[in-house]
């Protein structure tokens, strides 16, 4: 039997989200302790004034459970017809899908689960592919976006070349997408510049590499940069204006233009970053989340700020929303939401 295919212009939007937070907290001050690095500069150039991380108790795929539970909280887990991992590709097991267990935990025997990931890009892309199996499947109503973040594991504090990394930090996201909500997801631009492919990468577990009492020894089994210097050198010119091109796509393609933007969900960067991002786009502090308090988790910080930002009550009716970050690869991400309420 054929499907009728959902006309474009039906409201697809965001529902609800859900976060959750290992209790285990790493302050500057621990942090500092641990790199050499003093607290005041993690702090005031990182960015980060604490971060959680989880204990070996706690895994990716259980983080990203605990948020899908407040995400559907009050709704019928048999409702949900899609469940989507779009965390950290840092899970449970190295070749292991997650999704499966977090439709069984979850109690959505109804829905079938499948994982996307590219990296800390993820949030803005996976918007868009809901929103686009919604439009085309009329036998999809409810798409459950689901992530978990263990990142702080893969860090090797005694490695300098992974410097920039160490604001990498653990939880758990959701967001449910559905048809005939508010809170509708508009247009998208994504940016891909492969020449930075084998910049950064866990070196060691997979083909390439396979783990041996060799690997473990020299340490490779943590997230690396193969010469910081060399990719500093060839990011610093387009990192940013990378950033802006996509979030001013992204707001033409949904109709609008830059100056209509009334709050902007970045993921977690160093501070310098940040301000420039913002000056870029003509926006104040005010008009974004900023997570010194939660550092960076992969793909889960746009939904995170989004979740924060209805908490502390910067979602106004009809305001602009753009979630946007970027993953190592390089991929730049945004998409646009236009907030309509509860």
């Not at 937070?21 to 790493?26: D, K, L, V």
């Not at 991992?85 to 899970?91: E, I, L, R």
């Not at 308090?293 to 930002?309: Q, T, Y």
Request: charged share 20%.
């Amino acid at each position: 039997m054929s499907r009728q295919m959902t006309p474009p212009d039906v409201a697809i939007g965001i529902a609800s989200t859900g976060i959750y937070f290992p209790p285990g907290i790493e302050t500057a001050a621990q942090l500092a302790d641990k790199t050499g690095i003093p607290a005041d500069v993690i702090t005031e150039k990182f960015g980060l004034v604490q971060k959680h991380v989880s204990d070996s108790s706690i895994h990716a795929s259980d983080m990203a459970v605990e948020a899908g539970r407040a995400a559907i909280r009050g709704m019928d887990p048999l409702d949900i017809d899609v469940v989507i991992y779009f965390g950290s590709p840092h899970k449970d097991y190295l070749v292991w899908s997650s999704a499966p267990k977090i439709q069984h935990e979850l109690g959505a025997k109804n829905a079938y689960a499948f994982e996307m990931m590219n990296v800390s890009s993820c949030f803005p892309i996976a918007l868009k592919v809901a929103k686009d199996m919604l439009i085309a499947d009329s036998g999809v109503e409810n798409i459950l976006l689901v992530g978990g973040c263990k990142e702080s594991q893969i860090i090797d504090y005694e490695n300098p070349r992974s410097r920039f990394m160490f604001n990498f930090a653990d939880g758990g996201a959701a967001a449910l997408v559905k048809r005939g909500t508010g809170n509708r997801i508009l247009g998208s631009s994504f940016l891909t510049d492969g020449s930075f492919h084998n910049d950064v990468k866990v070196p060691a577990g997979g083909s390439a590499l396979p783990a041996s009492l060799v690997t473990v020894r020299d340490r490779l089994h943590y997230i690396d940069v193969t010469d910081p210097a060399d990719m500093k050198e060839r990011l610093d010119p387009v990192s940013v204006p990378n950033f802006i091109t996509v979030v001013k796509q992204a707001v033409q393609n949904s109709g609008y233009r830059v100056e209509d933007i009334d709050l902007l969900l970045p993921l977690h960067t160093k501070k310098s970053m940040f301000h420039q991002l913002l000056d870029g786009l003509g926006l104040n502090e005010d008009q974004a989340v900023y997570l010194d308090h939660h550092g960076h988790m992969s793909a889960l910080d746009p939904c995170i700020g989004l979740h924060f930002a209805k908490e502390q009550g910067k979602l106004r009716k009809g305001g602009l929303v753009v979630t946007v970050s970027a993953g190592t690869g390089y991929t730049w991400a945004a998409t646009v939401i236009q907030w309509e309420g509860d």
